[in-house]
Every structure is written in structure tokens, then in C-alpha cells.
């Protein structure tokens, strides 16, 4: 392909555009005919072009010069002292960027009439930005040189789950997924809850997650083993104690350890399904909060030094930690009604 693939269009460049497609000639050929891919013509007639009217080439370079000025504004924002101490406060409690980004907004709601809240306003995608520069630059970015660290998810690529021709013999007595009421399925009712294992260094210990798929409320319990009778003892100690109204389902995967499910059934007097073989996606809010307990307890840590004051502190961490899915609020708002504090202020 040409060099100027991965420069940015001129207003030669812009010229031609708008005198090509006044002829009607599509992306296809018009990238064509000045040396660039179809996907830059496609993004700037959507980017920089005119809905109401035609393509034209100085006004798509204004918007062009415009959008340039604010990202370098925006990268020039994070250079402000205070708000590079809120997005370290933010990371330190193992929140996302995005999390940080709505802190910040609901902490500084008057961009328009404060000064300080205005500097103190910032979008994720400039917090992911400010951290990559601040890998990159060694710390002198005012970060240290190692906040993109401390994010709670860090992608690690996409892992193929096993072999899918292994043969799987289902429990029996079983009931599917697919059977689940219609609260368990749609998120309408507190008291529908998926539930896994989590392993510690070379398999010998382990703990019990259990998460309420509408409020993301998390319980956690130490396992002792992987035995059936022991992730049933903790499994009970977990939601004995709640009201029934709070334990209505529970969805497990096919583990061996889940496989006194009947016994579990009537010991919490609850209905337990369980999700297709290999299709770790239908309990996806627990694989997703396991991986956020990884933050605490990352592999190869040993859980037979796991105390239950640390156990306490990770579910109260996960628990008052705000949420996209649930409008930034935390799970114990949805399940219990607690309001934690107010972070991040300047």
C-alpha cells in the first residue's frame, strides 16, 4: 500500500474527495484514484463530511484542525496535579478508568461555571492514553511509570477453553440453564445467583465466589478442598443466613466439586441449574468478578494463608466498588441499601 497510508489526509487530499464524490464515486474508487485505503474515506466522509449537504473540503479540514486542538487539550488536562492524584486515589482502589472518569463528574458537576471542576473533568479513553504515556515515558508523565499496572483488567488475549471433542458426562438429575425462571434470566429479582471456585497455588487450596446476578453483591467462602461435601459446607455458610427472598436460584458450572448439588438443593431449600458444557459466557457476571478478585488474590497465592479479615476486606472492596452495569452505583446499594462514601475528591 502507499506510504501516506497512515498519515492524515490533506486538504489537497481533501479536495480531490470532495470533487470525486460530487461525481458520485464511491469510497472503493476514490480510494483508488488518491492512493488510500477505502476505510479513510470511509471514516472521513463520516467524520468530517456534512449530512445535510455535500462533501466539502475546507469545512471537513476545520473539523479536522478542531478535533486535533481538543485531543491535545485533553492530553494537556492530565498533566494537572490534582487530577493526576484522583486518577492514582481511583486506581489504588482497583477501579476502572471508566469508574474514575464518572467519579469525577459526579465530584465535579460545574465544569461550565468552576474553573477547578472543569480541570478536574476527563473521559476514559484520556486516563487509558495518560497511562500508556506513562509506561512508555518511564514515570516523567507524573505517574511513576507504573499506573498501567494497578489496572483491574489488563487483556492477557483470548485463551481457547479446553478441548471442545472431550466427552462430558452430565450429572444426572440435572436441571439446564435454559431452565431458569424468567427473574434469573432478565436480572428483574435480587436472589439469583451464579457460583464457581476459585484455585489457589498448585491446586490445594481454594475459595467459593457466589455473586447475585442483578445487584453484583459478592460473597466469598475459604474452601479447605475440592471436594463436593466441603464447597457444600461453605456454599450454606455463605447463604444460610439469608432471607429467602435473597436465595431463590443459584447457576453453577460442571465441576466435579458441584456434584452434591441435590443434597445443596435442600439444605437452602433453593433451585440449582447449571450452564451448557464449556460455555463459561452463560455465567459470565462471575467469571467476570472472579476476575476482579485475581486483583487481590492473583495466581499462585497461597489460600491456606488467607485470613478471614482479608477475605472480608476483598468482598467489602468489590462490594462498595461502583458499577457501569448498575448507573455507576455499587452492589451494596442494590442488595443491602448501603451508601458508601464519596471518593476521589479534590
Known amino acids: 500500500m502507499p506510504a501516506l497510508l497512515y498519515t492524515h489526509l490533506t486538504l489537497d487530499e481533501r479536495c480531490v474527495i470532495a470533487h470525486l464524490s460530487r461525481e458520485d464515486l464511491g469510497p472503493c474508487e476514490i480510494a483508488r484514484q488518491i492512493g488510500r485505503s477505502p476505510g479513510t474515506i470511509c471514516r472521513e466522509l463520516a467524520r468530517n463530511g456534512n449530512p445535510k449537504s455535500v462533501y466539502q473540503a475546507r469545512s471537513a479540514q476545520h473539523r479536522h484542525d478542531q478535533r486535533r486542538c481538543e485531543a491535545n487539550a485533553q492530553r494537556e488536562k492530565t498533566r494537572h496535579k490534582p487530577l493526576q492524584q484522583a486518577i492514582k486515589r481511583g486506581l489504588n482502589q482497583r477501579w476502572s478508568p471508566k469508574i474514575i472518569s464518572e467519579q469525577l463528574k459526579r465530584n ?22 495518560y497511562l500508556k504515556r506513562d509506561t512508555i515515558s518511564g514515570g516523567t508523565s507524573g505517574g511513576g511509570g507504573n499506573l ?9 488475549g483470548r485463551k481457547p477453553y479446553g478441548s471442545r471433542g472431550k466427552r462430558h458426562d452430565a450429572m444426572p438429575g440435572r436441571k439446564c440453564i435454559t431452565e431458569r425462571p424468567p427473574g434469573a434470566e432478565n436480572r428483574s ?3 439469583h445467583w451464579e457460583g464457581d471456585t476459585v484455585e489457589g497455588s498448585h491446586k490445594a487450596s481454594h475459595v467459593v465466589t457466589m455473586v447475585d446476578r442483578k445487584s453484583r453483591f459478592t460473597l466469598i ?56 458444557p464449556y460455555s463459561p459466557w452463560e455465567r459470565g457476571t462471575n467469571e467476570n468478578t472472579n476476575g476482579l478478585i485475581r486483583q487481590y488474590l492473583p495466581k499462585g497465592t497461597d489460600f491456606w494463608t488467607l485470613t478471614l479479615e482479608k477475605v472480608r476486606s476483598i468482598m467489602d472492596r468489590l462490594n462498595n466498588r461502583p458499577r457501569k452495569c448498575l448507573g455507576f452505583k455499587t452492589p451494596n446499594q442494590l442488595f443491602l441499601g448501603i451508601n458508601p462514601p464519596v471518593a476521589l475528591t479534590s
Open 108 to 129: 465535579h458537576p460545574h465544569p461550565r461555571k468552576c474553573s477547578q471542576d472543569r480541570a478536574m473533568r476527563v473521559s476514559a479513553p484520556t486516563i487509558y492514553a
Open 148 to 156: 498501567e499496572k494497578q489496572l483491574p483488567r489488563r487483556g492477557k
Open 221 to 276: 467462602g475459604k474452601a479447605k478442598d475440592k471436594s463436593a461435601a466441603t464447597i457444600n459446607t461453605v456454599i450454606t455458610s455463605l447463604l444460610e443466613r439469608l432471607p429467602q427472598c435473597l436465595r431463590r436460584t443459584t447457576t453453577l458450572d460442571n465441576g466435579t466439586e458441584f456434584s452434591g448439588f441435590k443434597q445443596l438443593e435442600q439444605n437452602l431449600n433453593m433451585a440449582i441449574y447449571f450452564a451448557h
Open 189 to 191: 429479582r435480587l436472589g
